[in-house]
């Protein structure tokens, strides 16, 4: 996919290298999801961002039909599978859509109210995939209990930013609520 340079909001000639913008983000101490071992940590948070539609799956391109890259798929499979919590937020809800049939999450509402969900139509494409779309404001999130799911849509909805803000410490709140098998990371 191409790089955006969000400054002109054009594409950038670069190529992305997803670990040194990672890198970049949390000041270095990274590394390859490759190597994560759902077995050393309590739960895991997916942020959100076009660049999870870009780069851990192809929905940016593929929508429903997309594929999601197999580390991508290989974490959430292994966290699922050890009952452990898995948080997503913005777009990144859709790769639980993708990967577990029948969950339930939310990108924000099912229609553009007022303008302020301009992708309201991810809802509909998350129901065409078997899975249930739950509407919520910003500054909430949905947990999917049965699942140990907790989204939240953040910059799918335009808002000021301590809404989404709020909306995102929700979810943080409610992935540390559900139990987690105790590694304590």
Do not use: Y
């Amino acid at each position: 996919m191409d790089v955006v340079n969000h400054l002109k909001g054009s594409p950038a000639e670069e190529k992305r290298n997803v670990l040194v913008e990672s890198a970049r983000l949390a000041r270095g101490n990274i590394q390859d999801l490759a190597e994560l071992k759902a077995s050393e940590f309590d739960a895991v948070i997916f942020p959100g961002g076009f660049g999870v539609a870009k780069n851990l799956c192809s929905w940016a391109v593929d929508g429903k039909n997309c594929t999601v890259n197999e580390h991508v798929n290989s974490t959430l499979q292994a966290f699922h599978s050890a009952k452990k919590p898995i948080g997503l937020c913005c777009i990144s809800p859709v790769l639980a859509a993708k990967v577990f049939p029948g969950c339930e999450v939310t990108v924000g509402q099912d229609k553009n109210i007022d303008g302020r969900f301009p992708d309201a139509e991810t809802a509909s494409a998350i129901a065409e995939l078997g899975c249930k779309h739950i509407c919520k404001n910003v500054n909430e999130s949905h947990v999917d209990k049965a699942n140990k799911i907790v989204t939240t849509c953040a910059f799918m909805c335009k808002a000021p930013l301590h809404e989404i803000f709020d909306g995102i410490g929700t979810m943080v709140q409610e992935v540390l609520k559900l139990p987690t098998g105790g590694t304590g990371k």
